[in-house]
């Protein structure tokens, strides 16, 4: 499933996907541990993106040149769309 949103802002994107991810999460059947990824525009938005879905008590991790953690089952993933599509790995 895919979903394109234009958000006015981080505050304003971090709740979208937090809000996703809790229907997300609501429509599959208990215990449901899904990997999503967020695909964000540009660093800064990746960067900043986690921790407010963090704080909405969510796991999270950013794939970035540095940083590929893999299939972390039941972990949201942030990354750039040059980074999801593979692109300078």
């Known amino acids: 499933m895919t979903q394109t949103v234009q ?43 986690p921790q407010p879905v963090q704080s909405a008590g969510f796991s999270c991790v950013t794939i970035s040149a540095q940083a590929n953690p893999g299939d972390q089952g039941g972990a949201n993933h942030f990354a750039t769309m040059h980074r999801a599509k593979g692109v300078g790995v």
Do not use: D, K, W, Y
């Not at 937090?18 to 660093?43: D, H, K, L």
């Open 7 to 49: 958000a006015a802002g981080l505050e304003v994107a971090a709740r979208v996907v937090t809000g996703f991810i809790t229907a997300f999460i609501a429509s599959r059947p208990a215990p449901a541990s899904s990997t999503i990824c967020v695909i964000t525009q540009g660093e800064r938005n990746r960067e900043g993106m």
